[in-house]
């Protein structure tokens, strides 16, 4: 560990994702052992990271260097929770501003993400659902079609993204925007899209797949809005649909925001185990966290290189 952190890049993002790990392994460390603390922990823990990444996407696909400044920001609830909503009004307002300048999806989910952190002070759980599941519409509507030269449905985009903006009136509106997030994704092709991706072959092949394999169970995980509510619902979520996204994701974006190498060691474990414990939570919380664990675990064991191998690449 001391040896990737030598080799880290000293940007705001990488800094702020560098602290936002280590208070998201607190955060799972102290569940079974200290509520208040797993409570305390896991909003900053979530958003801190999610910023980070949201920031240097942000970034990319507005051209704008100063949208990486904004990552650091997402450790202001450290200090007072209820910060969360002036995080909220900033990066909504900086997003908003670039949608209406043409990046319409991409910064236009982002800003709806951002929208649902500014009311954290009147409805903390629903808000952090509705920021995690913005925020996952507005980079995988984008990238899981194109990344199999497809275009999501334009309509259909901007209808999850309005549904998932009113979900502060009805936490029911959340099982309506992911059908449409679904089908605006084309998650109905992911057949083709995985027997594409296993066309492929060698090692860019077993990324597609883990890639593709990785939207597959999220979809598995997503039936959880229609049977459970309030803090059942928020920790199904969590634990499945949100972060198999964030673990499907982790191999090609955080080694190049960090400056290290990918080891490549694709496995759909993360996706399995995540997906048992997220339908677990509500009957036994101890075997989630222990599923949780192992999910997070593997999920790291994919791209973290081995800092006793010399010339990984």
């Not at 920021?131 to 199999?148: D, E, G, H, K, Q």
């Not at 995985?194 to 066309?199: N, W």
Request: aromatic share 14%; net charge positive.
């Amino acid at each position: 560990m001391i040896f990737l952190v030598a080799r880290l890049r000293r940007d705001a993002v990488s800094l702020t994702l560098l602290a936002s790990a280590a208070l998201m392994l607190a955060s799972v460390i102290s569940s079974p052992f200290s509520a208040g603390l797993h409570w305390s922990l896991s909003p900053v823990a979530i958003v801190a990271f999610t910023n980070s990444v949201a920031a240097a996407y942000l970034a990319s696909v507005t051209r704008s260097k100063r949208a990486r400044y904004l990552a650091p920001l997402g450790l202001l609830p450290l200090y007072d929770q209820n910060l969360l909503w002036i995080l909220g009004f900033a990066v909504a307002s900086f997003s908003a501003f670039k949608a209406l300048k043409g990046e319409r999806l991409a910064a236009g989910g982002i800003a709806v993400a951002y929208l649902h952190l500014s009311l954290w002070p009147v409805m903390s759980c629903r808000a952090l659902m509705g920021y995690l599941a913005a925020l996952i519409y507005a980079v995988s509507l984008n990238s899981l079609p194109r990344t199999f030269r497809d275009r999501p449905s334009g309509p259909l985009s901007y209808l999850s993204l309005a549904l998932t903006a009113l979900l502060y009136l009805d936490e029911r509106l959340l099982s309506a925007s992911l059908l449409a997030y679904f089908a605006a994704a084309r998650y109905y092709k992911l057949p083709r899209y995985c027997s594409a991706a296993r066309s492929a072959g060698g090692v860019a092949g077993r990324g597609l797949f883990y890639y593709c394999s990785g939207h597959a169970f999220a979809a598995l995980s997503s039936l959880h809005p229609f049977f459970f509510k309030g803090l059942a619902l928020f920790h199904s979520l969590a634990l499945g649909f949100v972060s198999i996204h964030i673990f499907t994701r982790l191999p090609t974006m955080i080694p190049p925001m960090l400056g290290i190498p990918n080891a490549r060691r694709y496995t759909s474990a993360p996706f399995v185990l995540s997906a048992l414990s997220s339908a677990l939570w509500p009957v036994s919380k101890h075997a989630a966290w222990i599923l949780y664990t192992l999910a997070f675990a593997s999920a790291l064991y994919v791209f973290l290189p081995n800092p006793f191998k010399r010339g990984q690449r």
